[in-house]
């Protein structure tokens, strides 16, 4: 099955800064991969999603890049704020319709 | 729509009691799903449901735990009986025809106790 490794586990920034969390997966048969942010004590929440025919998806602050070859993808966001502290969790979907596996996460802290 | 309800938000019970977990998906999604969140294993997929037949339940970690969905509006997961190491929070995710594991929305989750 698909398996969905997350660096790192902890990151912290200041307000401005960008900040890089990056995923790898092993089933090549994977094609959506999808982030999702949760803040304490919340649900998980879709913030961004890429497939695997296109290489770069950016909504805003947020963008997602995606290496077919070396099996990585990764989440990118500039000029982060303060609300952007959360967990973030990337996941691949394998060769399922209805599957994801989840990386552990990401505690990300803007410092002010 | 209010979103994905689930019911209770906090569940505080003892080794052996039945524990029932509920929840009402968005209406109109037909896919419905049961995760389970720990700080060790993360979140994983313990049932999937499909226009409320059970799909793939090889997530569900044994014949303790059991989940029904009777209609489109509801599903319940149940665990008797109940043991330390099920404590976790639990969510229920739906998504609309079409997408399957696209565009998951999830629930405020379960938190399980078990003492």
């Known amino acids: 099955g698909e398996n969905v490794e997350q660096h790192p586990s902890t990151l912290s920034v200041q307000e401005g800064d960008s900040a890089v969390i990056k995923c790898t997966y092993s089933?090549?048969?994977?094609?959506?991969f999808p982030w999702y942010k949760q803040e304490l004590g919340k649900r998980p929440q879709l913030i961004i999603d890429?497939?695997?025919?296109?290489g770069e998806k950016k909504d805003q602050r947020i963008a997602v890049t995606l290496n077919k070859t070396a099996k990585h993808f990764s989440l990118h966001i500039t000029e982060t704020q303060p609300e952007d502290s959360a967990v973030y969790f990337c996941?691949?979907?394998?060769?399922?319709?209805?599957?994801?596996?989840f990386g552990k996460g990401t505690l990300l802290t803007v410092n002010p | 729509d209010a979103g994905v309800i689930q019911s209770p938000r906090h569940e505080v019970t003892e080794m052996g009691q039945e524990v029932t977990l509920r929840c009402k998906p968005i209406?109109?999604?037909?896919?419905l799903f049961w995760y389970r969140q720990t700080m060790m294993r993360g979140l994983e997929l313990l049932i999937y449901?499909?226009?409320?037949?059970?799909?793939?339940d090889s997530g569900m970690p044994e014949d303790r735990f059991s989940a029904k969905m009777p209609n489109a509006s509801f599903s319940t997961l149940k665990i008797q009986p109940s043991e330390p190491r099920d404590s976790a929070v639990y969510f229920c995710?739906?998504?609309?025809?079409?997408?399957?594991?696209?565009?998951?929305?999830f629930g405020s989750g379960t938190q399980l106790s078990v003492l």
């Open positions: 995710a739906s998504s609309p025809p079409g997408a399957s594991n696209e565009k998951l929305f």
């Open positions: 209406s109109g999604h037909n896919s």
């Open positions: 890429i497939r695997s025919n296109v």
């Open positions: 449901f499909n226009n409320n037949v059970p799909i793939d």
């Open positions: 089933d090549s048969a994977s094609n959506y």
């Open positions: 996941a691949g979907s394998g060769g399922s319709n209805y599957k994801l596996t």
